[in-house]
C-alpha cells in the first residue's frame, strides 16, 4: 500500500514569490495535516482537515492557506515567501483523529 | 510555544546499550506518541499510548505515561546503529493538532 505522498520532494523559491505543496494521504484516510519542521526544532502544526473542512490551524500568518479536495488530497500554500520559510514541510493523514502517517516532506528553500 | 519537551537533546550510547528519553508535557493529553526520524526526513510512527494507560511495548521499545506527572519516557533496548537518529515525542490534545517538542539525538557508537 502507497503511504503518504508529498511532491515535490525539494523546490528553490526566491523571496516574494508563491509556493503550492501537495499531499495524498493514504487510501482511505479523511483527515490530513500540515507541519513546519525548521532544521533543528521540532514540527510546528500549520493546518488540518478532516472531511474537507478545516478542523485546526496553528500559529502562523495568512500566507499560509491549505485546502482538501474531494478525494481527500490537499495542498498548501504559501504567499510572499519569506527567507524564514525555508523549512522542511510535511503531510500527515489519519484515519481519524488519532495516529498520525507522515509522507516524506518538500524541503523549501526560499532565496 | 511546544507542549513536549524530550530530554536530553542528546544522547550517545554504545551498541547494545538501552537508552532512555523523557517527554514532559503541560496540559491534559488524549494521547502520546513517539516518532523517529532521520536526517529531516519524515518522521516514522513508533508507538502511541492513551493517556489511560501506562505502559506499552513494540519489539525493542517500551513506553510509559505518568499523566500525574505529566511526562512519558521512551526505552531502546539493545541499541543498534541503525537506532542513530531523532526521536520526537507528540502529545495529542483531545482531537487537536499534535505538538512535538524539540526532539532527542541519539548515537549508537561501535
Redesign the interface.
Same mark, same amino acid.
Given at each position: 500500500d502507497a503511504g503518504?505522498t508529498q511532491s515535490p520532494t525539494h523546490l528553490i523559491k526566491t523571496r516574494g514569490q508563491h509556493v503550492t505543496l501537495r499531499c495524498s494521504p493514504i487510501s482511505g484516510h479523511k483527515s490530513v495535516?500540515w507541519?513546519q519542521?525548521v532544521? &533543528?526544532?521540532?514540527?510546528?502544526?500549520i493546518f488540518?482537515y478532516y472531511e474537507k473542512e478545516e478542523? &485546526?490551524r &496553528?500559529n502562523f500568518p495568512d500566507r499560509f492557506s491549505a485546502r482538501q479536495f474531494p478525494n481527500y488530497s490537499s495542498e498548501l500554500n504559501v504567499n510572499a515567501l519569506l527567507l524564514g520559510d525555508s523549512a522542511?514541510y510535511?503531510c500527515?493523514s489519519s484515519p481519524g483523529?488519532?495516529?498520525?502517517?507522515? &509522507?516524506?516532506?518538500t524541503?523549501l528553500t526560499v532565496v | 510555544s511546544q507542549q513536549g519537551e524530550e530530554d536530553p537533546q542528546a544522547l550517545s550510547i554504545q551498541e547494545g546499550e538501552n537508552a532512555t528519553m523523557n517527554c514532559s508535557y503541560k496540559t491534559s493529553i488524549n494521547n502520546l506518541q513517539w516518532y523517529r526520524q532521520n536526517s529531516g526526513r519524515g518522521l516514522v510512527h513508533l508507538i502511541l499510548i492513551r493517556s489511560n494507560e501506562r505502559e506499552k511495548h513494540s519489539g525493542r521499545l517500551r513506553v510509559t505515561l505518568d499523566t500525574s506527572k505529566k511526562s512519558s519516557s521512551l526505552l531502546i533496548t539493545a541499541s543498534r546503529a541503525a537506532d542513530t537518529v531523532s526521536y520526537f515525542c507528540a502529545t495529542d490534545s483531545y482531537g487537536q493538532n499534535f505538538v512535538f517538542g524539540p526532539g532527542t539525538r541519539l548515537s549508537v557508537l561501535p
Amino acid at each position: 500500500d502507497a503511504g503518504v505522498t508529498q511532491s515535490p520532494t525539494h523546490l528553490i523559491k526566491t523571496r516574494g514569490q508563491h509556493v503550492t505543496l501537495r499531499c495524498s494521504p493514504i487510501s482511505g484516510h479523511k483527515s490530513v495535516s500540515w507541519y513546519q519542521q525548521v532544521l &533543528g526544532q521540532g514540527p510546528q502544526f500549520i493546518f488540518q482537515y478532516y472531511e474537507k473542512e478545516e478542523r &485546526g490551524r &496553528g500559529n502562523f500568518p495568512d500566507r499560509f492557506s491549505a485546502r482538501q479536495f474531494p478525494n481527500y488530497s490537499s495542498e498548501l500554500n504559501v504567499n510572499a515567501l519569506l527567507l524564514g520559510d525555508s523549512a522542511l514541510y510535511l503531510c500527515a493523514s489519519s484515519p481519524g483523529l488519532e495516529e498520525a502517517f507522515f &509522507g516524506q516532506g518538500t524541503r523549501l528553500t526560499v532565496v | 510555544s511546544q507542549q513536549g519537551e524530550e530530554d536530553p537533546q542528546a544522547l550517545s550510547i554504545q551498541e547494545g546499550e538501552n537508552a532512555t528519553m523523557n517527554c514532559s508535557y503541560k496540559t491534559s493529553i488524549n494521547n502520546l506518541q513517539w516518532y523517529r526520524q532521520n536526517s529531516g526526513r519524515g518522521l516514522v510512527h513508533l508507538i502511541l499510548i492513551r493517556s489511560n494507560e501506562r505502559e506499552k511495548h513494540s519489539g525493542r521499545l517500551r513506553v510509559t505515561l505518568d499523566t500525574s506527572k505529566k511526562s512519558s519516557s521512551l526505552l531502546i533496548t539493545a541499541s543498534r546503529a541503525a537506532d542513530t537518529v531523532s526521536y520526537f515525542c507528540a502529545t495529542d490534545s483531545y482531537g487537536q493538532n499534535f505538538v512535538f517538542g524539540p526532539g532527542t539525538r541519539l548515537s549508537v557508537l561501535p
